[in-house]
């Protein structure tokens, strides 16, 4: 089974804090997402990446930016973050051409 | 802005009823897709139809697609009170492409 894990599933922190989302999946895909997903606004894609050290910008990547420099491995990160960015984060990972993507369980991050 | 819709927002429905929920989309796609999400956890995939199909299965899933109408429906049937969850469709404009979610169906089913 594909397994994506998220490094937290719950998570405060403070306005102006530097926050690290890591997102790591076993089964070697090539393709990685980070989505957040807010009520009544379904999920929206912030970056992917297609392969090591490449990046994509998604619907909404203002305020964040993304790491991959491994494959199975795949951050998020909010520089300084504001209130407007408490959300579920969601990572998610796919092989390459394929369009079944497998997600990981969530991180709620609250920010105050 | 979002590229599916789904229709309702909420259903709730009696345990062995059938549920159904439906997609719109608004630009031509390769394929579509249904997830299904249980209350604060990860989205899990449920089925794939591709835009040259117009209806498949899986176990107690049937989901049809209309490219004309740009739309799509998923039919959960003798439905139990385990499939409570917020079902999401998602539209890709072609193979391997970034999906786009809607804003999802809750649906209760109710024991």
């Known amino acids: 089974d594909v397994k994506v894990t998220q490094s937290s599933r719950y998570l405060v922190k403070r306005t102006g804090e530097k926050v690290f989302l890591e997102c790591v999946q076993d089964m070697d895909h090539e393709n990685m997402f980070w989505y957040r997903q807010d009520p009544g606004l379904g999920l929206r894609l912030i970056y992917f990446s297609y392969d090591v050290k490449m990046k994509e910008k998604g619907d909404i990547p203002e305020g964040y930016s993304v790491s991959r420099e491994k494959k199975e491995r795949f951050s998020l990160i909010l520089e300084s973050a504001s209130t407007n960015q408490t959300s579920m984060y969601l990572c998610a990972s796919s092989p390459l051409r394929s369009e079944t993507q497998y997600f990981g369980p969530g991180t709620r991050l609250l920010v105050l | 802005s979002q590229q599916g819709e789904e229709d309702p927002q909420a259903l709730s429905i009696q345990e062995g009823e059938n549920a159904t929920m439906n997609c719109s989309y608004k630009?031509?796609?390769?394929?579509l897709q249904w997830y299904r999400q249980n209350s604060g956890r990860g989205l899990v995939h449920l089925i794939l139809?591709?835009?040259?199909?117009r209806e498949k299965h899986s176990g107690r899933l049937r989901v049809t697609l209309d490219t004309s109408k740009k739309s799509s429906s998923l039919l959960i049937t003798a439905s139990r009170a385990a499939d409570t969850a917020s079902y999401f469709c998602?539209?890709?404009?072609?193979?391997?492409?970034?999906?786009?979610f809607g804003e999802g169906t809750q649906l209760t089913v109710n024991p």
């Open positions: 998602a539209t890709a404009l072609s193979s391997g492409s970034r999906l786009t």
């Open positions: 630009t031509s796609i390769n394929n």
């Open positions: 139809i591709r835009s040259n199909e």
